[in-house]
């Protein structure tokens, strides 16, 4: 009785995030499943029924669908390969740099690394824009006062990848500092005790106490960044327009594209579906690779 | 503390009541105090300076009869047409007029959307009351979809103490392309970093290529295929090369809203853009001039052009259609308060005025009314002149030929087509 009645309490306290939950994640998520078997024209009353259609054009070289799908697909691997290890590495190295202040600084610095976190992808667009601008921007005229020759920051390779990336560097870091932040100081003091009786230099404290204790939250920070990275869209949509020619047009600009401009929610679903299940596939790899590592690190410990 | 307690579900539930008056707001408060009449739905997408112009527009009409309660509703312009196109999937909500851009008429026709107004027209709307190339853009295929607000053609505009210093007449802008080109090298001093004429490399190419092609004789899509390679395309886009690269009047590498930027900081002497940039060049405190798109072609006068148009729902009764006409020949009559927005409207009553033609820009762009071309009218064209306009921007940061890139983005347009 009092264990039913406990439940029933506990089933309540979920209600309010199930509810959301299921509203704007999974009714959508279905929905957008049952769309991408349809020709599901946004103007037409008549949508028929096309079974696997939008997923076979997907994959079949010849259609412009396809190769909408492989070259924003490849265009937004591309940063997330560039992205993914700066945002975890620089998100670390700024943890530990923040934790080695002092005290009273240490709050101060924290809020500004997290401040451009909270700023919107069209503000953090515009300040860059204007820092970049080859021929009127900031740091072009500083290039040019020290003797050097303007750089084309958007509109040439591989600049144009290295701006949009230090733009979405600037932009989310600070969260993953954050987080790490929280971790550092979760690893028990009484282990670096230990470690400086055994006279362990701070190197090896870094790699033998440091690192082992927040791996976990490594592989969530790693996972989220990947996620947060397949997503990109507003930093080249606003910076670039997809250019160079189109070697920065991402997937999601393909995918709002095809819906919108379009108008063909069928076959943009399809997109959006098996972009989301590459995603998973990713998520789960890394997970994989990061316990098995885990457990030879369990093992080698032994 | 347990004050404070009871104060909590007041607070919140005042919130409440606040946020949904806020999301309920739409509907009550934007009529403009209601007159009785019957209700009639109008969506826009000025998000602008112009959404109050046009509110004032039919506030004054709902004050001057008492049948019709015009309720304008504005959508961001960014959300537009996905608002239209979700109210039209779900089959719900939708107004009973919506103001559209010319070039999306023919998608919204060809779904059997909008109403057919070749009835209306000519019996309580007056055809002569328009100038003829707002009826142009607003047909597709011999058939009326929408009255005409106005028409947005392609500007020009120059900064007055650069020509000056220059030793040009600040009054004068260049009227063809010797001029234009003899001016843009007098204005160029790259000591100072300043420049004739910033080519952009993406928008708004959307309206200067197509400018440049139609001034050389030339379309970008005729008889039912794109015609990229075309020796009047090739033309246009190698002259915008040759001004970077031949006569020097342009930097390179110009990034997106880059030539805006320098013309607004004062380092850009002239500059191809669309009306509604106007408060922007007033905003920035620059000594600028506005006239018609000088003829940079070679064969003849034309200027790129959209325009606003109102439109009405398939599925909207007759009883309605009469309100909404009587709406539309209000407009036509009283539509200075759109002219203040900076737009040159499309019914002669406006723009034929006294009052219009001593406006700035405004009589500018209502004097290239009659060069105006629009967009082809073919359904997807933006998907179909996606490649062109890849290919321009590669060949004007200088990463590819002029023909390969015109072949390329041929044979992509042909594959779209299919």
Redesign the interface.
Same mark, same amino acid.
Not at chain 2, 251 to 258: N, Y
């Given at each position: 009785m009092n264990t039913r009645k406990s439940s029933f309490t506990s089933a309540l306290f979920v209600l309010p995030y199930f509810i959301m939950f299921m509203t704007f994640l999974v009714v959508p998520l279905v929905y957008g499943v049952y769309i991408s078997f349809h020709e599901w024209?946004?103007?037409?009353?008549d949508r028929p029924l096309v079974g696997l259609k939008n997923y076979i054009a997907l994959f079949n070289p010849?259609s412009?669908l396809s190769s909408l799908f492989f070259e924003g697909l490849w265009n937004t691997f591309q940063f997330v390969i560039y992205s993914v290890p700066l945002l975890v590495f620089l998100g670390l190295g700024l943890a530990l740099l923040v934790n080695s202040l002092p005290a009273k600084l240490r709050g101060y610095f924290r809020t500004f690394y997290f401040i451009p976190y909270s700023i919107s992808v069209s503000v953090i667009a515009i300040i860059w824009?204007?820092l @970049?601008? %080859?021929?009127?921007g900031l740091i072009n005229n500083y290039l040019v006062k020290m003797g050097f020759d303007?750089i084309?920051?958007?509109?040439?390779m591989p600049y144009a990848w290295i701006s949009i990336v230090a733009a979405t560097l600037w932009w989310t870091v600070g969260f993953n500092m954050i987080i790490f932040i929280n971790a550092l100081n979760e690893v028990p003091g009484d282990l670096y005790e230990a470690s400086a009786i055994d006279g362990a230099s701070a190197w090896q404290n870094f790699i033998h106490i440091t690192l082992p204790s927040i791996r976990p939250i490594m592989l969530f920070v790693v996972i989220t960044s990947t996620i947060a990275s397949f997503n990109i869209y507003g930093q080249p949509y @606003?910076? %670039?327009?997809?250019?160079?020619?189109?070697s920065t047009e991402v997937l999601l600009m393909g995918i709002v594209?095809q819906a919108?401009?379009?108008?063909q929610?069928g076959s943009a679903s399809a997109m959006a579906i098996v972009m989301a299940l590459i995603m998973i596939v990713v998520s789960i790899i890394q997970f994989k690779v990061s316990n098995s590592t885990k457990k030879r690190g369990a093992n080698h410990a032994e | 503390m347990s004050a404070s307690k009871k104060w909590l579900p007041i607070l919140f539930a005042s919130l409440m009541v606040f946020v949904l008056a806020a999301c309920s707001g739409g509907d009550s408060g934007d009529g403009g105090g209601s007159n009785g009449g019957d209700k009639i739905t109008l969506w826009a997408p000025f998000s602008g300076p112009d959404g109050p112009k046009m509110k004032e527009i039919v506030d004054e009409y709902n004050d001057s009869q008492e049948d019709y309660n015009i309720n304008l509703q504005i959508v961001p312009q960014s959300e537009y047409?996905?608002t239209v196109?979700?109210a039209?999937?779900g089959?719900k909500n939708m107004p009973e007029m919506m103001v559209m851009h010319g070039d999306q008429i023919i998608?919204?026709a060809n779904?059997d959307?909008l109403k057919n107004l070749g009835d209306i027209v000519g019996d309580t709307v007056e055809e002569d009351a328009y100038h003829e190339k707002g009826w142009e853009n607003a047909t597709v295929d011999g058939e009326l979809y929408g009255v005409p607000l106005d028409i947005h053609p392609l500007m020009f505009y120059w900064n007055k103490d650069l020509f000056e210093e220059a030793g040009l007449d600040p009054d004068f802008p260049p009227t063809n392309r010797e001029e234009f080109v003899e001016y843009a090298k007098k204005l160029t001093d790259k000591d100072k970093?300043q420049y004739g004429f910033?080519v952009p490399?993406?928008?708004p190419q959307q309206f200067i290529f197509p400018t440049i092609v139609s001034q050389n004789g030339g379309e970008l899509y005729a008889d039912g295929e794109a015609q990229f390679t075309s020796e009047p395309v090739q033309e246009a886009l190698q002259f915008q090369l040759d001004l970077i690269q031949k006569h020097n009047v342009s930097?390179?590498?110009?990034?997106?809203?880059?030539e805006v930027?320098?013309f607004v900081?004062g380092?850009n002497a002239m500059h191809l853009n669309g009306p509604w940039m106007m408060q922007q060049w007033e905003d920035s405190g620059i000594n600028y001039g506005v006239a018609p798109v000088p003829q940079l072609g070679t064969e003849q006068e034309a200027v790129f052009a959209n325009s606003h148009n109102f439109v009405i729902p398939e599925s909207v009764s007759d009883e309605k259609v009469e309100g909404i006409t009587d709406f539309l020949t209000y407009v036509s009559e009283n539509g200075m308060a759109w002219a203040e927005s900076g737009q040159a409207p499309a019914a002669k009553a406006t723009y034929e005025s006294d009052e219009f033609q001593e406006m700035k820009q405004q009589p500018e762009a209502a004097k290239q009314f009659d060069n105006a071309v629009f967009s082809p009218k073919v359904e997807?064209w933006?998907?179909i002149s996606d490649p062109l306009y890849?290919?321009i921007?590669?060949v004007l940061?200088g990463?590819?030929d002029v023909q390969d890139a015109l072949e390329d983005a041929q044979k992509q347009a042909d594959?779209?087509l299919q």
């Open positions: 024209d946004l103007l037409s009353s010849d412009y824009l204007w @970049l601008d %080859t021929n009127s303007p084309p920051w958007l509109t040439s @606003l910076m %670039t327009g997809g250019g160079p020619g189109d594209e919108f401009e379009q108008r929610l | 047409y996905k196109d979700l039209v999937n089959e998608s919204y779904k959307v970093q910033v490399t993406l928008w930097p390179a590498d110009v990034q997106q809203d880059g930027t320098l900081q380092k997807n933006g998907q890849n290919a921007n590669e940061l990463q590819k594959e779209r």
